[in-house]
Every structure is written in C-alpha cells, then in structure tokens.
C-alpha cells in the first residue's frame, strides 16, 4: 500500500467532512434531465441478472442465496374467517438470506477502507457497528440517472473475451473513448465490458478463477474524470489476480475509500454491446438497506 493511498484517504473529501454522497454529488437536475433527453426510441436494456440459488461469489459470501418458502395455512385461513373474511384467500412469503454483495449490485462507500479509514476519513472501527455502518451505508447513495458510457474492450486482445488477469489501463480507456467519439464527462457512469460476464451463471468456476478489469491507472483515469461510478460484466470490476499479489483490491480502495466513486458488479451488458449502444441514460435505485454494504439492483439503459 503506496503512501499515497494512506494520505488520501485521511483528507476530507472536496464536498466537505460531513459529506456521505461522494461522486452521487456529481449528480444534478442537469444531468440528469440531460440523460433523459437522450432517451428516443424507448427502449430498454436490462443490465441485470437474476439473483438466484447457485449463483457465483467469492468467499466468505457463500451460500450466496438461501430461499425458503411457505404457503398460508388452512388454520389460518379459518382463523381469518373468524374475524369475519369471507373469501379463500391465501398468501405465499419467504425468507431471504444472502449477503447484497451477490449477483448484479452496487458497492456502498463504506465497504472498502485503507487501513482504518473508510470514505472521507471515517474510522472503520467507530463506523462498523452490530447494525450495519453508522453513515456510510448504501441508504446513502442516491438515485442515479445519469448519461451511461459503454466502453467495449472485450476484443482488445483479437478474442471474443478478455483473460484473467489481463489488466485493462489508462491508455485502453482513452482508446476506447475515443474509438466511439466520447469525452467523459461529470456524473457518468461508466460500464466496461470485457466479454467475461458470459461465463456467468454458465461455468462460475471459471467466472470466479480470476478475471480481466481495470488496474490502479485505468481507476485513476477515470475517477479524474468525476465518473459517479464504475461498473463491469465481472465480479470486482478491477483485474484479479492484479499485477502486485501482495496488493489486495487498490481498485476498491481508491474508488470507494479515496475518491467515493461507487462500484457496480456483475453487469449484463452483452446485448446493448451486439447493439452498438454506445452512449444511453442509464437509471440506477439502490434499495435503501440501513447500513448495508451495498445493494442488489436492477440496473437499465435506455435509449
């Protein structure tokens, strides 16, 4: 861990020491209004999939998901009748346990610190309580609807998918830019495809085996440009296994830690790349768990 890292992450961010929002303050009527505007033929790209038993993550997060299911009983019913309902109704509820960090989501700022510092300087160990984070949780991130920038890097290396370990950098992000005609902009969200997310749900211990993604430079490159969040067709957006193997997640650190720009995991993107769909609004909501690590969600393109 560089000692840039540590002293970044202990200043206070450029909106104030109080500030929970990061790079959602990038997010205004403006922008968003713009986004909309973009929007001509309606249609819509879902960037999500769907959660489900089986579906891969990396430990200790496993069981990813566990469902149980029962249906109303008949003394209940009858015990409803008896408070005067007349009609047979019944009611199907279940039990969910996983952590939110499965299948298509988004990282709350407060899930990656460096050393004992989380976004904007927060202590970890005042922030983690029995509860969840105390004011860095995902209730915190905002509606994002914003422009959407696909970035389709899968090719880069002549195949239909990048490799583990193959680090996407600076200049393969500049490239990429430029390649569509887009200047990056405040408030977008950028969704990288590497052709990795094929594999989900498909052969997951592939998925899981490792995976191509940005590198601190490509991190870097794109939080200079107020990017409001970084998502990929991968697990953690940043390469694994990385360059340093004794640096764990300087991606997340950076991101999330250091410059509060969100992350969002384990997009769909395969379609809207056959597409061509270079630029979109992209419309994100967070479920506002209290003091949650991050969230599920269903993330959309619109065009």
Request: a negative charge; one cysteine or more; hydrophobic letters at 40%.
């Amino acid at each position: 861990m560089t000692a840039t890292m540590n002293s970044c992450v202990h200043d206070h961010s450029r909106w104030g020491p109080a500030d929970r929002l990061g790079a959602g303050n990038h997010l205004t009527d403006e922008t968003r209004l713009a986004a909309i505007r973009m929007v001509e033929k309606g249609t819509v790209y879902d960037l999500s999939h769907v959660i489900r038993m089986g579906a891969p993550a990396f430990a200790p997060t496993q069981p990813p998901y566990l469902m149980m299911m029962w249906q109303t009983s008949r003394d209940a019913i009858r015990r409803r009748r008896d408070l005067g309902a007349t009609n047979d109704a019944g009611t199907n509820l279940e039990r969910i346990e996983m952590t939110v960090h499965v299948g298509t989501h988004i990282d709350a700022l407060g899930h990656a610190s460096v050393g004992d510092r989380l976004y904007n300087g927060v202590s970890a160990l005042e922030e983690v309580g029995d509860w969840g984070l105390r004011t860095t949780g995902i209730e915190h991130c905002p509606p994002i609807i914003t422009r959407g920038v696909l970035l389709d890097l899968a090719n880069l290396d002549g195949g239909p998918h990048l490799q583990p370990g193959r680090a996407i950098r600076a200049a393969d992000l500049d490239a990429a830019c430029n390649r569509i005609d887009v200047t990056l902009r405040a408030g977008d969200v950028v969704c990288l495809r590497t052709g990795w997310g094929r594999f989900f749900m498909k052969d997951n211990a592939k998925y899981l085996s490792g995976e191509p993604g940005i590198d601190l430079s490509g991190a870097e490159w794109l939080t200079a440009r107020d990017v409001t969040a970084i998502g990929a067709d991968t697990m953690a957006v940043e390469v694994m296994p990385g360059a340093d193997p004794k640096t764990l997640m300087p991606v997340h650190q950076h991101c999330l830690a250091e410059q509060g720009v969100y992350l969002i995991e384990n997009l769909a993107l395969e379609q809207l790349a056959a597409d061509k769909v270079g630029t979109f609004c992209f419309i994100l909501l967070p479920t506002k768990f209290k003091g949650a690590t991050g969230s599920p969600a269903m993330p959309v393109a619109m065009i």
